[in-house]
């Protein structure tokens, strides 16, 4: 029987979630829809044929509801997913796990307490074929050891409000996650040089910036993150190993034109549309893990290491400093 499910938050991420489980994903469907704003909420609700509940509190304990996405603000994540746990249910959260290391930590430990893990972090890059393909193309030792990734993450225009601890928090953390899953090892340090800024950025905002994240064994990971480039969504990674190397994102989704004399290439625009095989991928394999009462990909100690990256990077850009990242021990799961 089909798991049921209930979206909290149904913003771009969660509305576009819960379309997908009602439409694409087998063996699932939405019978509770949640939203801060009612009038979303219904509306959501309506097109994917379940009910709305006021309250999300409410929503996790309902009756009708086996698993629950977490879509919601970042603030609203810890107190969301720790009543999940308390109720047992599996659960995908869009990251931030939470929004510092402090509350992310004790989540770790809360669901290591748990015969197994039951929270499933939305990083879903993990799961494009490009990205996959890479991290396959790492663990098979054809290109010999990693020394160093680069990578580019661009949007085409960002808000007024998204300054630059929000380009760390909420762009830069899927880097931070797939360096570490392309390279298996944990980020120690972040360093973050802020050149001239573009005349797109609001005051006070460094945009772009060049981040660089050390990792455990000593690699290096550079990223150029540009959130307002005018051009398109573009989300390229480069690694360099001892026998070669390899670039996903080259020419990712593009429809070539031929027109007047000149050939165009269109972009993809926004990461729906850069990422929307590996959003249904995520969510198909979270279901098919939620109905067997577990998860399968990134887990709260993935969510955590993030938010200690992050953590780490947006006190780089305030300070200018090389700042380590700080990760308490990894908990070990308590026995079944
Ligand atoms: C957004 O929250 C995402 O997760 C996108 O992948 C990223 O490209 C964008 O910069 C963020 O705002």
């Not at 992310?104 to 015969?115: G, K, M, N, S």
Request: hydrophobic fraction near 45%; aromatic fraction near 4%; glycine fraction near 8%.
């Amino acid at each position: 029987n089909a798991l049921r499910v209930a979206v909290l938050g149904v913003g771009v991420m969660g509305s576009y979630h819960a379309e997908a489980l009602a439409s694409r994903i087998a063996h699932a469907r939405v019978t509770v829809v949640t939203d801060a704003d009612q009038t979303r909420a219904e509306r959501v609700a309506k097109t994917v044929d379940a009910r709305v509940e006021a309250d999300p509190f409410a929503a996790i304990g309902a009756d009708d509801v086996d698993a629950v996405v977490i879509a919601s603000p970042g603030p609203a994540h810890e107190e969301q997913v720790l009543a999940c746990l308390d109720r047992r249910i599996p659960v995908l959260c869009e990251k931030p796990l939470t929004t510092d290391i402090n509350t992310a930590y004790r989540v770790v430990q809360r669901e290591a307490e748990l015969e197994s893990p039951l929270v499933q972090l939305g990083f879903m890059r993990r799961f494009d074929p490009e990205y996959a393909a890479l991290r396959e193309l790492v663990t098979s030792g054809e290109l010999g050891a990693p020394l160093l990734l680069h990578c580019v993450h661009r949007n085409p225009a960002q808000s007024t409000v998204f300054d630059s601890e929000m380009m760390i928090r909420d762009s830069v953390v899927h880097e931070a996650d797939v360096a570490r899953f392309l390279l298996g090892e944990e980020i120690t340090a972040v360093t973050v040089k802020r050149p001239q800024p573009t005349r797109e950025a609001p005051a006070g905002v460094s945009d772009p910036m060049l981040v660089l994240m050390e990792t455990e064994s000593g690699r290096l990971v550079d990223v150029e993150i540009f959130a307002r480039s005018r051009v398109a969504y573009e989300v390229r990674t480069e690694l360099v190993a001892e026998h070669g190397t390899a670039m996903i994102g080259l020419d990712q989704h593009m429809v070539v034109h031929r027109t007047g004399g000149a050939r165009t290439g269109l972009l993809a625009r926004g990461f729906i549309e850069r990422f929307a095989a590996a959003y249904d991928t995520e969510l198909h394999r979270w279901v098919q893990a939620a109905r067997q009462g577990t998860i399968d990909g990134p887990g709260t100690w993935d969510g955590y290491a993030a938010v200690a990256v992050c953590e780490a990077g947006v006190e780089a850009v305030r300070t200018g400093e090389r700042v380590p990242v700080r990760l308490g021990a990894r908990p070990v799961r308590a026995a079944a």
